[in-house]
């Protein structure tokens, strides 16, 4: 009986290593098409609203995290307004091959991830996630994640938090939702098999300025 | 003559027998289940639906990701980018506890198609970086 289950179950992984090698085969066959491996670009429809999922900074805005954030209409078309500022913003923050000299004066207050982690121009940092979204009619606050590979070769996971704030038709950083970054991350597997990341340090309950008020 | 069984299966991949049987591009109804865009991950917008984030039960995305943003950093060689994405994948899948033949598989498959397949991602990407 045990025998029986047994040859079940691997008649099963059979199957599924089968498929897996179709798969991949149709992939490889499907390689003709370069669209199919060539990111230009998309629009995002997330509660009704519209996000431009292109050029520039297309990384930075695939990393938005709106899904799941219990966001209201009226929200996320605050946030997809403010995509392309916030996606720069980010972009500048990783600093991957930019110089902090071409950063806006006023981004000058910004907390630098590099300089607080020690990590040199030659350490790719990258973005994992923007997400823990708090909208109120003039502010945006939200955290983000980023990651890079450590000295023993790991992926080291790190967690700051912004808020900006609307100025004319534009939206910029105005200052940090708390007086420290959350800082670096434990992200273990969970049942699933996907990574869930929490903060290494407990985070302060009253701390710099949070938008207290209510999301819209 | 060695039988197989899920023992040694599990001996073989280091995880538990159905760990090594989960195989998910982590989407779902055409969105991606931890709430990011559509190629935030392994794949592009039109492909992450069939390229697969999860391989033998180990989490790639990250290394994906990385490999994405690296592409798409004006002047980062390519070169530099597909290498930093074999040795993520073979970290990042040692400290999922893969063992050594399932993580250089892992790694080897994305590690092949990415050469087979980058050259006009990366030619796209940097075009849109550098400007």
Redesign the interface.
């Known amino acids: 009986m045990q025998e029986e289950q ?1 040859v079940s ?2 008649h ?2 059979r199957r ?1 290593f089968e498929s ?1 090698f179709c ?2 085969g ?3 066959f499907s ?1 003709c098409c ?9 629009v ?1 429809w997330v509660g009704g609203i519209s ?1 431009e ?1 292109k ?2 900074y ?2 930075e ?9 219990n966001l209201s209409p009226e929200a996320l078309q605050q946030i997809s307004e403010a995509m392309p500022f916030i996606a720069a913003f980010t972009n500048a923050q ?1 600093g ?2 930019i110089s902090y000299a071409f950063l806006p004066a006023s981004d000058f207050k910004v907390r630098s991830i590099r300089n607080i982690q020690n990590l040199n121009t030659d350490i ?1 940092l ?4 923007i ?1 823990n979204w708090q909208i109120t009619a003039q502010h945006i606050q939200f955290n983000t994640d980023y ?1 890079y ?1 450590g000295p ?4 080291v996971y790190y967690r700051d938090n912004y808020i900006f704030s609307r100025s004319d038709r534009k939206w910029v950083f105005e200052k940090h939702a708390k007086s420290e970054p959350e800082g670096l991350l434990a992200c273990e ?1 969970g049942t699933s ?3 869930v990341c929490m903060p290494l340090k407990p985070t302060k309950e009253f701390d710099s300025h949070p938008l207290s008020v209510l999301p819209l | 003559m060695q039988e ?3 023992e040694l ?1 599990r001996q073989v991949q280091g995880g538990g ?1 159905w ?6 591009s ?1 989407t779902s109804h055409g ?10 991950g392994c794949g ?4 992450d639906a ?2 697969p984030d ?1 391989l033998f ?1 180990i ?1 790639v ?2 290394a994906c ?2 490999h ?3 592409y ?5 060689s390519r070169a530099t980018a597909d290498t ?1 994405l074999s ?2 994948i073979l ?2 899948c040692d ?3 893969g063992n050594f033949l399932t993580c250089n598989v892992i790694a080897g ?1 994305y590690s092949v ?1 990415v050469s ?3 050259a ?2 990366f030619k ?2 940097q075009a ?2 550098c ?1």
């Not at chain 1, 990258?126 to 996630?129: C, F, L, P, R, T």
């Not at chain 1, 023993?152 to 992926?155: P, R």
Request: proline share 2%; aromatic share 16%; with cysteine.
């Open positions: 047994q179950r691997l099963k992984f599924l897996l798969g991949v149709l992939l490889f390689g370069t669209e199919y491996f060539v990111d230009k670009g998309h995002d996000f999922i050029p520039p297309l990384n805005k695939k990393a938005f995290n709106l899904r799941g954030q990783l991957n091959g790719f990258a973005v994992k996630s997400q990651f590979t023993d070769g790991h992926f597997k098999g996907w990574r | 197989c069984n899920i299966t027998f760990d090594f049987l989960k195989f998910d982590g969105e991606r289940e931890d709430g990011n865009a559509l190629g935030a592009t917008v039109k492909s069939y390229v999860m039960g989490d995305s990250q990701f990385q994405d943003q690296s798409s950093t004006c002047g980062f930093n040795n993520n970290k990042d400290s999922q506890g498959v198609s087979l397949f980058g006009s991602a796209q990407a849109q970086s400007y």
